[in-house]
């Protein structure tokens, strides 16, 4: 988790779920808090939604001295924009430094007048690079005079470099060069870099990071997930503040890709550096791909840059803790517990279960996972129902005019993530919800993604069975299941899941020794 949050977490009561929030010119915003504190995710599509809420507010109430802020802001992000082209890391790490103590400044209800050290002319003035000149040119000065004094001592003999407090050069009386000259021709070369690049850019405005980053997650607004679009926003967004958003998308290269790679894998700020960078990746191919880089940086895809993901470690449920749930459950919490166990549902897949996708007579459902429906090869998985999963899913139907099988007491979704044109995310989770209630009751801290886990994993434990835990999941098939039930997949799934139910205790054992057998059969 960030270190710094510029939203602030507001736990729920009453029933109600927490929000992050943000206090803003004496008002009060609030956003959806999603699965709590920890959910990044939530935290990024709500800091997503409350900047895009900050412009609106500040285009009709603009702060005190917001336009100073903001011209200094631009003409550091110039700065930062070559250095990135032109490889200089300390000149970029002062402009990042500045950028985001300007921004944050800027953020606060009543901004104070800009501090000139602050500004890029401020950074390069000689007073402000070395405070302390006055004192030590008079302590020279009063060296100086000390020596001429002295008999037999040439004038200025003994001193012939003396190092300024602050100053990055030393003082060298005897040769006339003094530290002022070198500091003023900086800032004279920098002022140059900025108009040349003022110049290039001018009236390409579209070419720029910022403004390709705001299309590209323009095109995924209505194409991913709530939760994946937040990803994109906060990983481009880090990209585009490193980079430099006013940086031409031109100047995107293999050494942008590697130079960002190192930036991610030195940053303790970064909460998954795999994922930031694959985004970037994501939008480098974008860009090739509608024409707006002439070349596909050449590194993109090498091996080099990669980060090395740990193995996860995978949590299931005892039967003990199965048990506990189910007795604890109500009715319509235990059917969620039994969809999971039973199908190796999520949330969204109960939300999304269809009335025609469950063939009521037969006790089974037929259907694709929601998550990768639309991806080739994903199967179309029928699971047979235990006794009890099928009693509870005829209980707690839905009128047969909705479309979908379970709904929530007011007659909406049990689950649903929306993202708003202005970047806000609406998320619904009754599942979640009631699940987190019954786990307080029994005091078990598991998720619910374990319980699908859980099946899976038994099933790929049994020497009889393995291979079919991709099925069971409704992941694109591999050889392993295709080939070693390429006869009859459905009848081995079937008795997969029978044996599931045995396990579980929720079916009795067709006999004393099929648990035995079973079991031993395991590798």
Same mark, same amino acid.
């Given at each position: ?199 290039? /850019? ?123 749930? /189910? ?79 379970? %709904? ?42 374990? %319980? ?44 997969? /899941? ?18 035995c057998s079973a079991s031993t059969a395991s590798d």
């Amino acid at each position: 988790m960030p270190r710094n949050l510029k939203l602030t977490w507001l736990p729920g009561f009453g029933g109600r779920a927490g929000r992050w929030r943000k206090k803003y010119k004496g008002k009060i915003y609030s956003f959806p808090g999603g699965r709590g504190k920890s959910d990044m995710d939530s935290y990024a599509a709500a800091l997503a939604a409350w900047e895009r809420r900050k412009q609106e507010i500040d285009a009709f109430s603009p702060k005190p001295h917001q336009e100073e802020y903001e011209r200094a802001i631009r003409k550091w992000d110039l700065v930062l924009a070559w250095c990135r082209k032109n490889n200089d890391g300390s000149m970029a790490a002062a402009a990042v430094a500045k950028i985001e103590v300007l921004k944050r400044s800027l953020d606060s209800p009543r901004p104070k007048p800009l501090a000139k050290a602050d500004t890029l002319d401020g950074f390069l003035d000689f007073t402000s690079r070395m405070p302390n000149w006055d004192r030590s040119l008079a302590e020279v000065t009063r060296m100086l005079e000390t020596i001429d004094k002295e008999e037999h001592a040439p004038p200025s003999a003994a001193v012939d470099a003396i190092t300024v407090q602050g100053a990055e050069s030393v003082l060298l009386p005897n040769s006339g060069i003094l530290p002022v000259d070198s500091i003023e021709t900086e800032r004279l070369i920098w002022n140059d870099r900025i108009d040349v690049l003022r110049e290039t /850019i001018a009236g390409r405005s579209d070419h720029s990071v910022r403004t390709h980053v705001g299309s590209f997650l323009e095109t995924k607004l209505n194409s991913v997930s709530a939760g994946r679009y937040a990803s994109l926003h906060q990983h481009l967004t880090a990209f585009s503040a490193w980079l430099g958003e006013e940086t031409p998308v031109t100047d995107i290269n293999g050494r942008t890709l590697s130079s960002y790679f190192v930036e991610l894998q030195k940053s303790k700020h970064t909460h998954a550096p795999k994922d930031a960078f694959d985004s970037v990746r994501q939008f480098t191919r974008w860009l090739w791909n509608i024409e707006a880089i002439p070349t596909l940086p050449r590194n993109i895809d090498d091996v080099s840059l990669r980060f090395e993901t740990p193995s996860p470690r995978i949590v299931t449920y005892t039967n003990e803790e199965i048990a506990a749930l /189910i007795s604890a459950a109500s009715q319509r919490t235990e059917l969620y517990l039994l969809l999971m166990l039973n199908c190796g549902m999520t949330q969204k897949d109960i939300a999304d279960l269809k009335q025609s996708e469950v063939l009521w007579a037969e006790s089974r459902i037929v259907r694709k996972r929601s998550k990768t429906r639309r991806k080739k090869g994903v199967p179309t998985v029928s699971y047979q129902l235990w006794p009890r999963t099928s009693h509870l899913l005829s209980l707690e139907r839905a009128s047969t005019d909705s479309e979908f099988v379970l %709904l929530n007491e007011r007659g909406g979704p049990l689950w649903q993530a929306e993202v708003s044109t202005d970047g806000t995310i609406r998320k619904i989770d009754n599942i979640r919800t009631a699940f987190q209630r019954l786990t307080a009751k029994v005091k078990i801290r598991k998720t619910l993604k374990s %319980l699908k886990k859980t099946s899976a994993t038994r099933i790929k434990s049994n020497g009889r069975f393995r291979g079919l835990e991709r099925l069971f999941l409704g992941l694109s098939k591999r050889d392993i299941a295709e080939s070693h039930y390429a006869a009859d997949p459905q009848a081995a799934l079937d008795e997969a /899941i029978l044996w599931l139910g045995q396990q579980y205790g929720l079916i009795p054992m067709a006999n004393p020794g099929s648990q035995c057998s079973a079991s031993t059969a395991s590798d």
